[in-house]
């Protein structure tokens, strides 16, 4: 009788082997992050984080300190930082939302106990915030808008009465008067987070990354990232521009709105995969599957769009971009594959790697000499 079989092989071109890899492997797996985030200051102050870590370079990523580390506590993950400064920003996930005044020396927890119009009786979880200045804030939550004038210790809220009861994720307030929420739906505000409605003309789409900057311009990209959508007029009107990005094999990590008509997209080329089904038996054929064009191994790209179109930079040495950010024109920072930050002075051309805190740390330790035990004698 015989019997079916099936081999599957995988062909995999490594990176390393393509190219000589800008980010060091870091072996021990207890020390290992991939950084979501990070923010610099042009004094040199930054912060990088993970959902478990937050680091703090006083000196341009010279030195670091640990300023949190879930492992070591019994709070949740971060799920996210908002700067306002150097010296103040707030983090979300610790088990609410908290605020530092001080670079990270210490944290206040502020006032989560909002009133759920809907629910009397429930609090209310933040699903998003965005600060204008110390005290001035605002938040979003479900079918509500928040907004604070004291730092976020006590809140007011309203109904935003989204169109055919759809949900917003996040907000971001340009200016006192002026802002948006965004998720399943894009609305605006010009009354200072009272009233909210849908853009004019071509809003952006469901879910989409939306970043913005004072002057009112905002770029919002798709997911995955085909398309990126405009707008110059605080989201009254959005206009919509193909980003040459590949759908499905190039994913996007981070965007950022450097300046008007000036954004950044950042991500990776995923490896084309190699790939032969072989069947023996009866009814099983033969089956060979191939990628349409060669075999191109992980690598790190970076769209820039001028205002007119997008440009586009890859980095063969660098595998993945996981997050970026823009000082100046110039002065460039980012993460990059296993506890990965660079630094780059030229407009992110070219990149240089700086170590952080945990690669600092495995410098630092001394290494195991091997146990070599004597031969015995015959």
């Given at each position: 009788?015989?019997t ?6 995988l ?5 390393s ?14 020390l290992?992050?991939w950084y979501?985030?990070v ?19 006083l ?17 949740s ?7 306002l400064n150097?010296s103040t ?5 610790w088990?609410g ?13 502020l006032?989560?106990?909002?009133r ?7 609090s209310?979880d933040?699903?998003g ?8 804030g605002?938040?979003?939550a ?7 004038t004291?730092?976020?210790?006590s809140?007011?809220?309203g109904?935003m009465f989204l ?9 971001v307030m ?6 948006l ?7 605006r505000t010009?009354?200072?987070g009272?009233?909210?409605r849908?853009?004019?003309?071509r809003p ?6 939306v ?11 798709e997911?995955?990232p ?11 009107t959005w206009?919509?521009?193909e980003t040459?990005?590949a ?13 008007v ?9 995923e ?17 060979t599957t ?10 790190a ?12 930079t ?9 997050a ?6 110039t002065d460039v920072?980012?993460s990059?594959?296993?506890?990965g930050l660079l630094h ?9 790697f ?5 690669r600092?740390i ?6 195991m000499r091997?146990l070599?035990l ?5």
């Open positions: 009788m015989k079916a079989s099936w081999v599957v092989t062909t995999i071109l490594s990176a082997a393509a190219c000589a890899q800008l980010v060091p492997p870091l072996r021990d797996s207890l290992q992050h979501h985030q923010y610099f200051a042009p004094s040199g102050v930054g912060y990088a984080a993970d959902h478990e870590v937050l680091i703090r370079t000196d341009s990523g010279h030195t670091w300190t640990e300023i949190a580390n879930l492992r070591h506590t019994r709070l993950s971060i799920n996210r930082l908002a700067f150097e920003f707030w983090i979300d996930g088990g939302l908290f605020r530092t005044t001080d670079r990270g020396q210490t944290f206040s927890k006032g989560d106990e909002v759920n119009l809907s629910y009397p009786g429930r209310l933040f699903v915030f965005s600060f204008i200045d110390v005290n001035r605002w938040a979003v479900h079918n509500q808008w928040l907004r604070t004291d730092g976020g210790q809140w007011t809220t109904y169109p055919k009861s759809r949900a917003v994720t996040n907000v340009l200016n006192a008067e002026r802002g929420a965004f998720g399943e739906v894009t609305v010009t009354d200072g009272t009233g909210w849908a853009p004019v003309d952006p789409p469901t879910n989409a990354e970043r913005c900057i004072p002057p009112g311009f905002c770029v919002a990209v997911r995955p085909r398309a990126a959508h405009f707008t110059t007029d605080y989201g009254a206009r919509r521009t040459g990005i759908s499905k094999k190039e994913p996007m990590a981070d965007v950022q709105a450097i300046g008509n000036d954004a950044v997209i950042v991500g990776h080329r490896l084309r995969e190699y790939v032969v089904h072989e069947g023996r038996g009866p009814g099983l054929p033969t089956v191939r990628p349409s064009g060669p075999i191109v191994p992980d690598h790209y970076l769209q820039r769009w001028d205002g007119t179109q997008w440009r586009r890859e980095y063969p040495e660098i595998e993945t971009f996981w970026i950010h823009f000082v100046t024109a920072w980012a990059a594959d296993t506890n780059s002075t030229d407009g992110a051309q070219t990149w240089t700086v170590p952080d805190y945990y600092q495995a410098a630092l330790t001394p290494t091997p070599v004597p031969t015995p004698t015959p």
